[in-house]
């Protein structure tokens, strides 16, 4: 069965940085686009990166363009998402997430428990 | 930027019917996915393209969408089934909904 645990989050001050892994199991990794979504009590789901299945295609949205960066290892069936200049506004729970493709769109079939980042001095 | 609308809270009765609404400009020409997220879980799909049903969720679960409304529509509401609801869609990225939290009372 298709399986993502994510691992990496933890406590950091405001500018550090993190990295955030995510292990992928019961599916060929390599086949499928990978996404990280994150989850806030105040802001709800937040869409943040993809990164296509040779990982020659990456997504960054506006709030982390330029700060994070998504990388995969197909070899290992590892996805990462490398967080830097962080933000108290980055502090959420972060889950990866496997995208299928449907009928001209893409959803979010099978996600990881998440791993929780939180930023504070 | 494309917002998708739902309401904050929805409470039923054990065995009643719950609905939880999304809208959006034009949704019903979009497609809409839900998600139903409880505490310390993965995060769980329950419908895609506005009405399918994942092989492995209940039947209990069905929606539809039309106009700009999205419904999800829980039958038979049981306690398992409080937890935080999100519906999906896409405009030029992947836009969720705020979220509504089910209360089974």
């Known amino acids: 069965q298709v399986q993502l645990v994510e691992s990496g989050g933890n406590l950091v001050k405001p500018g550090g940085s993190l990295r955030l892994s995510c292990a992928a199991s019961?599916?060929?990794?390599?086949?499928?686009?990978m996404t990280w979504i994150r989850q806030t009590p105040g802001k709800g789901l937040e869409w943040i990166s993809y990164?296509?299945?040779?990982?020659?295609?990456?997504y960054y949205s506006d709030s982390v363009k330029g700060r994070f960066t998504i990388s995969r290892d197909n070899a290992k069936s590892s996805l990462h998402l490398q967080l830097s200049g962080l933000t108290v506004e980055d502090t959420a729970v972060y889950h990866c997430?496997?995208?299928?493709?449907?009928?001209?769109?893409?959803?979010?079939?099978?996600w990881g428990r998440g791993t929780q980042v939180t930023v504070s001095s | 930027s494309y917002e998708l609308t739902q309401p904050p809270s929805v409470s039923v009765s054990p065995g009643q019917t719950a609905s939880i609404t999304c809208s959006g400009d034009h949704l019903g020409d979009k497609f809409v996915y839900w998600y139903q997220l409880k505490p310390g879980q993965s995060p769980l799909l329950i419908i895609y393209e506005d009405t399918k049903r994942p092989s492995d969720i209940t039947e209990r679960f069905s929606a539809s969408s039309s106009g700009n409304t999205a419904t999800l529509t829980i039958s038979g509401t049981q306690p398992l089934d409080e937890a935080h609801y999100y519906c999906q869609a896409w405009d030029k990225s992947a836009v969720f909904g705020g979220g509504t939290k089910l209360t089974v009372l």
């Open positions: 997430a496997r995208l299928v493709y449907s009928n001209g769109w893409y959803h979010f079939d099978y």
């Open positions: 019961g599916f060929s990794f390599s086949d499928y686009y």
């Open positions: 990164i296509g299945g040779n990982g020659d295609t990456a």
